[in-house]
């Protein structure tokens, strides 16, 4: 294992304490543990949003706490699901009197905890709803999860139902929204290799010398089918197909697209896929409002990359333009 | 080779495709090839800065053509110098009256290169400056470089002489603020892993199993030494420690951090090392005004990092923190 770490138990408190050190303008961590929230948390009068996971997908979460996204992101273990203690702390800590949404990837684990956590908020008195994405189209019930994996398209509930919030909007209404996103858009990735969870210290899956997996969920589960690796314009066309067979789309329909790095491939080949994304998209009629390209949700060192297609109305695209001003995401 | 790529012959032009498709609000392409100029180009009254050189290190340089920082990028073929001519048609292309800097980062061929696109453009009666960056302090007289390497403090010679050009001051004084930055900028890197030049196929270098490389170039140059990797917190500290060697600073110093990633190596590692960075000037009483942290001069696939440290003065400060908008770096 040849990784940029110390002790292999303490990845994340280190990593933690690097992302405080770099935005110490953006981010505060709570006494309660490896919780990020927004250095003025709580805000008074605001819909506060919180979410999390496993660490090893950065930036998400913490990466998005700020102005216009997060309100708090709760740090789990390495691929593991945050505990209900810590979620419950992160929503006691950013709730500013309005309510708490929780932005859940569908995992298990995850599911469990933040529900157990929005159960012992309610016992304070707190309002708390919760919105689970599951946009990966590429398995269902897969190793961690029943239905289908959250994935990249998290990216967009959190800038999405986080402007809302910045806008002032009810708890109902920022749930609403959030809905919405994750009603409208889907993703799917592939991987070129695997990646090493510090403490096991070995690869979680293999693939051959010119073996690449189709539709992996970003803890490394199993897609679709492996094989030998094809052009960037093939692999490409592959997801984005899968993707439009799930969530059909006619001609005028506005869409965000997101193509990221699960890490360890490089911008260029992220740019490359993307031209092929907007050619596809370009002769069907479709029309791109807005393109990010880059790592938004990753798996440690894997190489590869996933496609996210949100399908876009006035509502979805007035937010998704609205400022934000995140370590890793900043809109103007 | 296991690339995210369609024909090797032709990665430049279709990441170019890729970049203009997703970044139709910053970037146009030249008629005149692989350059990548700001969508307004030319602004009449301002001067125009150009940068670039082979590709393979993105986001530089393109990413950085916006409000702020360069007005135009010129591509060369993975890790080769742009021609002459492609620069000599970026300085006209961008050219608004008042002259051009060249941003050149310290290889023989792109010095030649630049110089002669130099040369070129004041026959056509066209102003033009150029600078040097040469930031690395690993080693002199490299595979490819008479002097020192230029590498990731590149970008702060972007972001500050392109505030300086954008405030609308002269050729000479945005040349002054430039060397400035040159003058006061220091990095090294080290290699985890190495990369592969899509035309050649395969590594430019191999390090064993548990083999780092400390003080590579961004082309996978030879280095300082190898030896098994150490821990974050060591490796951090030698590169630091190098740094402050060359450029001794005192008790109350304010600096900009960068800490790069050269593309395999995940966030969660780069923040890792921001911890040690930022202990260290912490304990020598150095007083950091900023700190990024992400990909901003990578180096293909390879796994790595590098530490840029910039010394600031009162002019320094206030034009990084000017405002920058442009696809890789956002400053409000």
Redesign the interface.
């Known amino acids: 294992m040849?990784?940029?770490?110390?002790n292999p138990e303490y990845?994340v408190e280190?990593?933690?304490?690097?992302?405080i050190?770099?935005?110490p303008e953006y981010l505060r961590k709570s006494d309660a543990g490896n919780i990020l929230v927004r250095k003025e948390s709580p805000i008074k009068g605001k819909v506060a949003l919180v979410s999390g996971g496993g660490?090893?997908h950065?930036?998400s979460h913490a990466?998005y706490v700020g102005k216009g996204m997060l309100d708090g992101a709760v740090a789990g273990a390495v691929f593991t699901s945050p505990t209900p203690d810590q979620v419950y702390e992160a929503i006691k800590e950013v709730d500013g009197g309005e309510g708490v949404l929780l932005v859940v990837k569908n995992y298990t684990g995850d599911i469990m905890n933040f529900d157990m956590a929005k159960d012992m908020a309610d016992m304070d008195g707190i309002k708390v709803e919760s919105v689970v994405v599951n946009d990966d189209v590429a398995v269902e019930n897969s190793t961690y999860t029943a239905g289908r994996r959250g994935i990249a398209g998290t990216v967009f509930v959190h800038k999405i139902a986080g402007a809302k919030a910045e806008q002032g909007a009810s708890l109902e209404e920022v749930k609403r929204v959030a809905e919405k996103v994750v009603a409208n858009v889907r993703s799917m990735g592939m991987a070129?290799?695997s990646c090493i969870v510090p403490a096991a210290g070995k690869a979680n899956f293999t693939l051959a010398?010119?073996e690449?997996e189709i539709g992996m969920g970003i803890h490394g589960e199993p897609g679709t089918h492996r094989g030998e690796?094809k052009?960037?314009?093939e692999?490409t066309e592959h997801l984005v197909t899968k993707i439009l067979e799930d969530m059909p789309l006619g001609k005028g329909i506005e869409v965000a697209v997101m193509?990221n790095g699960l890490?360890?491939?490089?911008?260029?080949?992220?740019?490359?896929?993307?031209?092929k994304?907007?050619?596809i998209l370009c002769e069907k009629g479709i029309k791109?409002h807005k393109?990010?390209?880059g790592?938004f949700m990753?798996s440690?060192?894997m190489?590869g990359?996933s496609v996210t297609i949100l399908k876009l109305d006035d509502e979805l695209k007035a937010l998704l333009d609205e400022k934000a001003?995140t370590p890793a995401l900043?809109v103007?």
């Open positions: 040849k990784k940029l770490i110390n990845v280190d990593m933690i304490s690097g992302m050190a770099a935005h660490s090893g950065e930036p990466g070129l290799s010398e010119n690449v690796i052009t960037a314009d692999i193509v890490s360890g491939t490089p911008l260029m080949e992220l740019y490359i896929a993307n031209k994304v907007s050619e791109v393109t990010l390209v790592e990753t440690l060192e190489a990359f001003d900043k103007y």
